[in-house]
C-alpha cells in the first residue's frame, strides 16, 4: 500500500459520463498553463495547454477553462474513457522564466 | 520525433555510490528541464537550463546533486554520493521557447 505522502483527490467516475478535474493555482503572473496525464510507470503527458488571454480551448473531449480572477483552472473530459484512468496535473509557468510548476494532482478512476 | 530519452529507466545502488542519470531532448528544444516526484513532494523542478546554460538551479536539494549540459543534445543528472532518500523518479522535460513542454518517461532510481 501506500506509504505516508501527498494524499492524492480522487474523482470516481462512471464511463460514458464527463470528468471535470480542478486545479487552483498560486501565481497571478503565470501566463501560461497546462494539463498533463500521468499513468503509471509513465512519464508526464501532454494533453492540452491555455494562454493567460484566453479563458477556454478544446481539444479532442478536452476542455481546459481558465478563470484568472479566481486563479482557478479546470479540465473537461467529455465521455470518459477506460484509458482516461490516470493521474492528472495542472502545471503553470509564470511571465519572468520558462519553468513548471506543477500542482499536487488528481487521480482519476473510470469505473466501468 | 523520438520524444525525450532517458536512460537508464531503472538504478539501483547502494548508498554512498555515483548514480549518474541521462537525458536527451527533442531535437530544436532550447530548454530542458529536470524534475524529481516522490509521494512525498509530487514533481518538484530540480533545475533546469536554456540553450545550455542553467538557469535555475534553486531546487537542487543539496550539493551532492549536480547537472550538467555539455551540448544541445545531452545533459546528466549526477547524485555524489548517493543516500536512500534520494530514492525518487527522475524526469527530464525539453521545450521550445516556454512551449511545447515534453517529458520523458523517467528513471526510478533506488537507494538502499
Known amino acids: 500500500g501506500e506509504s505516508v505522502g501527498l494524499h492524492l483527490p480522487t474523482l470516481s467516475v462512471q464511463e460514458g459520463d464527463n470528468s471535470i478535474i480542478n486545479c487552483a493555482y498560486s501565481?497571478?503572473?503565470?501566463?501560461?498553463f497546462i494539463w498533463y496525464k500521468q499513468e503509471s510507470g509513465k512519464g508526464p503527458q501532454f494533453i492540452i495547454d491555455?494562454?493567460?488571454?484566453?479563458d477556454k480551448r478544446q481539444g479532442q473531449r478536452v476542455t481546459v477553462l481558465l478563470n484568472k480572477t479566481v486563479k482557478h483552472l479546470s479540465l473537461q473530459i467529455a465521455a470518459t474513457q477506460p484509458g482516461d484512468s490516470a493521474v492528472y496535473f495542472c502545471?503553470?509557468?509564470?511571465?519572468?522564466?520558462?519553468?513548471?510548476?506543477f500542482g499536487g494532482g488528481t487521480r482519476v478512476l473510470v469505473k466501468p | 520525433d523520438a520524444g525525450v530519452i532517458q536512460s537508464p529507466r531503472h538504478e539501483v545502488t547502494e548508498m554512498g555510490q555515483e548514480v549518474t542519470l541521462r537525458c536527451k531532448p527533442i531535437?530544436?528544444?532550447?530548454?530542458l528541464f529536470w524534475y524529481r516526484q516522490t509521494m512525498m513532494r509530487g514533481l518538484e523542478l530540480l533545475i533546469y537550463?536554456?540553450?545550455?546554460?542553467?538557469?535555475?538551479d534553486s531546487g537542487m536539494p543539496e550539493d551532492r546533486f549536480s547537472a550538467k549540459m555539455p551540448n544541445a543534445s545531452f545533459s546528466t543528472l549526477k547524485i555524489q554520493p548517493s543516500e536512500p532518500r534520494d530514492s525518487a523518479v527522475y524526469f527530464c522535460?525539453?521545450?521550445?521557447?516556454?512551449?511545447?513542454?515534453?517529458f520523458g518517461s523517467g528513471t526510478r532510481l533506488t537507494v538502499v
Open positions: 522535460a525539453s521545450s521550445y521557447q516556454g512551449t511545447g513542454y515534453t
Open positions: 501565481n497571478s503572473a503565470s501566463d501560461y
Open positions: 491555455i494562454r493567460s488571454n484566453m
Open positions: 502545471a503553470e509557468k509564470g511571465a519572468a522564466g520558462n519553468k513548471l510548476t
Open positions: 531535437s530544436g528544444h532550447d530548454y
Open positions: 537550463f536554456n540553450n545550455n546554460v542553467p538557469i535555475d
